[in-house]
């Protein structure tokens, strides 16, 4: 996707490349060479990009390249962009979409006849035309791309997913989990008839043996992953770089790193990384998406790798990233933050990591807002994201468990946020919790009958 003529991608069109990928495309937005590059040029470029993309990248393998399309606006929207010959190793011609496109003769948003793809999945005209009309504009050409086939391996819609990873600790102390109807049964296959598809889970450097702040070894995450993977649901993995909780008032390094230099903290992160993710992979269990820290608004390994040291910071997040791709090229690397109502301190973060050579794939959030905050919360998600041409979703969310209701209002209002702003999906954190075991007051089951309260409800009404 290119920008119009002495536009820049991040100003014109960096929240299209996130609402396109919530429908499960592959979306390169190209910063041109020259702001003054004419269509032919650009257009050269565009090309370049999906060359680029169905041959060299890490996703060339989950590309279906028989689906490809390349966008532009204004004058880099006229048909073709004035590029002949294809490129040679291009597997397919491209379909070429104009939003608000400039004709020859100056006007905008006349209709003109697009070159369809040469595969047999092709854009309807009718599509197509509509989205290049003035009126469509660009949430149209969204429309006309989900009429391709959705690239393999992409995830398909929007995302319900849990962290449960009090679970294993509380089975082997007894507990158990019942349906709606009063039967005892596994809790995956619970959860699944509540149309989840998505398991986090949390994962300690050097855990204690306490049962509900400890244990997530790399070990125990795997194995549980196993499960998960057997009964078809993805997985998210989630680092806390600590030995127990890591969060938004608190990130402290593990006790083995406390006393390392930047230096020696960098080694030790990749070298983590590297061996947790080995574990993950020779367990067939790599997960499709990758938190690297765990609500570090305030910067992950205080004081070593603070917001207030921003090279240190992005370097060690950079380390993580590096070993995520080395392992597993397709996971989705996140960066997590909590409150997001705070947007100046979201701006803090994101501004001082990007300016220090940030890598980072996707950005997801915590948030526990009640219903009527929701909107507003989650359009601050969307926009921050948007600022740095990243897809997002919603990482945690919770509720207290004695106003079932409320919680279950305030579930369905994020679901229907996020879908209304291109959020890929949402996660409920730790609902099978239950007391004496902890607590924690946010779960959602309840303690003494041991059924899901109607909060779970929220996943299958919005």
């Not at 969310?397 to 106003?403: E, L």
């Amino acid at each position: 996707m290119v920008p119009g003529y002495a536009a820049r991608f991040a100003d014109e069109e960096a929240w299209m490349g996130p609402c396109l990928a919530s429908f499960g495309f592959v979306v390169i937005g190209v910063e041109t060479n020259c702001r003054t590059d004419f269509d032919a040029t650009r257009g050269t470029q565009l090309l370049a990009a999906l060359e680029c993309l169905t041959q060299k990248s890490p996703m060339r393998d989950r590309v279906d390249s028989s689906c490809l399309a390349v966008v532009g606006h204004s004058m880099e929207g006229r048909p073709r962009n004035g590029v002949e010959p294809l490129p040679p190793h291009l597997p397919d011609e491209p379909s070429f979409v104009g939003v608000t496109p400039r004709a020859a003769d100056g006007s905008r948003g006349v209709s003109m006849p697009p070159t369809h793809a040469s595969g047999p999945r092709r854009i309807s005209r009718r599509t197509l035309l509509k989205a290049t009309t003035a009126t469509a504009g660009a949430i149209a050409t969204a429309a006309a791309f989900a009429e391709l086939a959705t690239p393999a391996g992409a995830a398909a819609g929007f995302v319900k997913g849990v962290d449960i990873s009090w679970a294993p600790q509380m089975e082997a102390r007894g507990y158990s989990w019942k349906n709606a109807s009063g039967q005892t049964q596994d809790l995956l296959t619970i959860l699944k008839g509540y149309g989840i598809t998505a398991v986090r889970l949390r994962t300690f450097v050097n855990p204690s043996g306490d049962p509900a702040n400890g244990h997530c070894s790399i070990s125990e995450v795997a194995a549980f992953a196993r499960r998960i993977k057997a009964a078809g649901m993805s997985i998210m993995l989630d680092y806390m770089f600590g030995d127990t909780w890591n969060s938004v008032g608190v990130q402290n390094p593990p006790g083995a790193w406390r006393n390392m230099s930047y230096s020696q903290m960098l080694s030790a992160m990749s070298t983590y990384v590297n061996q947790t993710m080995t574990v993950m992979k020779n367990n067939d269990v790599l997960p499709t998406w990758v938190q690297i820290g765990n609500e570090i608004n305030s910067g992950i390994c205080r004081p070593v790798g603070s917001v207030s040291s921003p090279a240190q910071m992005a370097g060690l997040l950079n380390a993580a990233y590096t070993q995520v791709k080395a392992l597993s090229p397709s996971s989705l690397v996140c960066i997590h933050l909590a409150q997001p109502q705070k947007y100046d301190s979201m701006t803090t973060f994101f501004s001082r990591y990007a300016a220090n050579g940030a890598k980072w794939d996707m950005s997801v959030f915590s948030s526990y807002g009640s219903a009527d905050l929701a909107p507003g919360i989650v359009a601050n998600m969307q926009k921050i994201s948007a600022a740095y041409g990243k897809p997002f979703l919603q990482s945690e969310f919770g509720g207290r468990v004695d106003r079932a209701s409320a919680t279950q209002a305030s579930l369905v209002a994020y679901i229907k946020a996020l879908k209304a702003t291109g959020g890929q999906g949402v996660f409920y954190w730790e609902p099978e919790g239950m007391s004496p075991f902890t607590g924690y007051n946010m779960g959602a089951w309840d303690s003494s009958t041991k059924r899901p309260t109607v909060i779970m409800n929220g996943f299958t009404q919005a």
